[in-house]
């Protein structure tokens, strides 16, 4: 399924524990801070992979293109993208 979401990269995502996946089908027990690099295009059962930095969300310092990628709730997505977080 395609979604449209438009998150510009640097933009912080605030991710509480269980709306992202370190792993398919393991949610995480933690919260994150994450500064965006990319967002998937396609979502799978209202999952959609996002590349960013852990490092420091703030700026990102491990001078690689990204240091996280995980799963992520589309609808922990909008709630950032809608200010709610
Ligand atoms: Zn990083």
New binding site residues.
């Given amino acids: 399924m395609r979604v449209l979401i438009e998150v510009p990269s640097g933009r912080v995502l605030r991710l509480l524990a269980g709306e992202w996946y370190p792993s398919p089908d393991v949610p995480a027990d933690r919260d994150a801070l994450i500064s965006t690099v990319a967002v998937g295009k396609s979502s799978y059962g209202g999952l959609v992979l996002v590349h960013g ?3 420091n969300h703030r700026a ?1 310092d ?1 001078d ?1 293109t ?3 990628d995980a799963l992520v709730l589309v609808t922990a997505i909008r709630d950032n993208m809608a200010g709610y977080r």
């Fill in positions: 930095h852990e490092c990102p491990c690689r990204h240091c996280w």
